[in-house]
């Protein structure tokens, strides 16, 4: 019986080889099977041969039974030939769809490539192996000029609504990222001042497209970070009130931003560095207090003690940054409804080679409880350390990574002044922190950097022990033990360009 199979097998293949209708007939319909609404997977390889495939077939088969068909119609519908018809005008209107999707250029629709500033080309890419990341940038944006509204349009238009909502259209369905009732934490960069922190202008977008929530936004956001209460601009950890800032107008800070919201709606602010010496309990088991939960156990694989930080808002909203929202009432969280938006600055870092969506999580943990602990956290970075973090606490519901101003000179950051910043005006969001870190960092800090300079520490394809390549890889195998997607093979990349 195998035998036969095996034979009877080569035999079909052999037939449909020297079949050149049902070859263009087997192309067109997988070219329109595998393209579907996603007009960039015609750009995979295997796409093109079949789109080859099916023009052919067109030229020959289709075009011809359409202009034969009215004078012998008697004659083609009967036996194979109908079916031949039947079949053509199937796969004719197929193709018409196709065409429909694949040449259509509505005015907003993301362009194949963009060229930044400084003259880096951003080009988009479309993933050939699964399951893939996307990454959606806009190019051209200084944060207050409706980047983030673009941002939220190339989202919605490539599958990932912005605004979850029982209606669907736009940037809303019931898969989407923000609920009109979601208690949101944007995690900002506060350790350092001038280029070295996330851009206020992007931040105070940000804020206002969640308050556009197309329901009625009720919820409450809460912009934190951790300085550590040590090193950075002021050398006592971090500030959400510099005077001098990342922005268009330096002087707006994050306290300035988020004060141009209080009085008409639940915004508020807090610098996790005032409670980072503060071990706690969780709520439930009786501890009320704001300060830190603390696993004193090392992680056998990255060696970090697990921490995060447990607060009460301004408003009067308990929140563990693992377990979520906690109602005193009920005596219970609500984890779904607590969402980490991790909104970084892209830069390059004088030990750990590159900050962005991964090592900013460092700024979630308390280092001093830690380090005196036995296990510093800062000091597992290399070992895949955030990835732990990120896993074992609370993963982003997306990444937004400010490289409207980035610093491209590798070992000189993070700190970044003003005379050091490379503008760049990109920003890029995922929902996988491993992917857009890599690609950041390959088609953005590696174009940006000064010729002549090593850069080796910022490569994130140089994959040695010590450098960013290498922990990347190490976080990254973090984050999918936990099964949550992540990757930084660009095979598994769909990159999409907007301008």
């Known amino acids: 019986m195998e035998d036969y199979r095996h034979g009877h097998g080569e035999w079909t293949l052999h037939r449909i080889q020297r079949h ?23 750009s995979y390889p295997c796409q093109i041969v079949a789109r080859a495939n099916s023009e052919v077939w067109l030229a020959t088969y289709v075009i011809p039974l359409v202009t034969f068909l009215p004078r012998r119609t008697s004659v083609l519908l009967s036996g194979k030939r ?37 003259g880096v080309t951003l080009t988009g890419m479309s993933a050939s192996l699964s399951p893939a990341s996307d990454i959606f940038v806009v190019s051209g944006t200084t944060g207050n000029d409706g980047g983030v509204d673009r941002l939220i349009d190339v989202m919605g238009r490539h599958g990932l609504p912005f605004y979850e909502s029982p209606s669907t259209g736009g940037n809303k369905g019931q898969d989407g990222l923000i609920a009109a009732d979601d208690v949101v934490l944007i995690k900002v960069n506060s350790q350092w001042d001038e280029r070295g922190g996330t851009n206020t202008d992007l931040v105070k977008a940000l804020i206002q497209a969640v308050l556009d929530h197309p329901d009625g936004f009720e919820g409450e956001i809460v912009v934190a970070d951790n300085g550590q209460a040590q090193y950075g601009s002021t050398g006592r950890g971090g500030s959400l009130d510099y005077a001098r800032n990342n922005a268009e107008d330096t002087s707006q800070s994050i306290l300035g931003v988020v004060d141009s ?30 300060g830190y939960v603390v696993n004193a156990t090392a992680n056998l694989r990255t060696g970090i003690m697990v921490s995060y930080p447990k607060f009460k808002t301004r408003y009067g909203t308990h929140i563990s940054f693992k377990e979520g929202v906690w109602d005193p009432e009920s005596s219970a969280y609500d984890d779904g409804r607590l969402k980490v938006i991790n909104v970084p600055v892209l830069k390059t870092h004088g030990g750990y080679g590159v900050t962005a969506c991964v090592k900013h999580y460092m700024g979630v943990p308390s280092d001093k409880l830690t ?35 980035v610093n491209a000179n590798p070992r000189s950051g993070p700190s970044t002044p003003y005379g050091r910043a490379t503008r760049v005006n990109v920003v890029a969001a995922s929902t996988d922190s491993a992917a857009l870190d890599y690609w950041a ?10 010729e002549g300079a090593d850069k080796t520490t910022v490569d994130p394809d140089y994959d040695e022990p010590g450098f960013f390549g290498r922990w990347l890889r190490l976080s ?8 949550l997607q992540a990757t930084v093979d660009e095979d598994q990349m769909n990159v999409y360009i907007s301008r």
């Not at 004719?92 to 362009?111: C, H, K, L």
């Not at 009085?263 to 704001?290: A, F, K, N, P, Q």
Request: aromatic content about 10%; glycine content about 10%; proline content about 3%.
């Open 20 to 42: 050149a209708f049902l070859i263009g007939l087997l192309s067109t319909a997988w070219f329109f099977l595998k393209t579907g609404g996603k007009p960039s997977r015609a």
């Open 82 to 118: 109908a079916y031949i018809i039947a079949s053509a005008l199937i796969v004719a209107s197929a193709v018409a769809t196709i065409g429909w999707w694949y040449f259509r250029a509505p005015s907003q629709e993301p362009q194949i490539m963009a060229e930044t500033d400084i």
């Open 261 to 290: 919201f209080s009085g008409s709606h639940r915004v508020s602010i807090y610098l996790w560095d005032t409670i980072t010496t503060r071990r706690v309990e969780e709520y439930s088991e009786g501890d009320m207090e704001d």
């Open 371 to 405: 380090a005196g602990l036995g296990s510093r956290t800062h000091n597992t970075i290399g070992r895949g350390g955030m990835g732990t973090l990120m896993a074992e606490t609370r993963y982003p519901v997306l990444n937004i990574l400010d490289a409207i101003w």
């Open 441 to 450: 960092a390959k088609h953005i800090l590696l174009e940006a950097a000064p």
């Open 476 to 483: 990254l195998q973090e984050i999918v033990r936990a099964g």
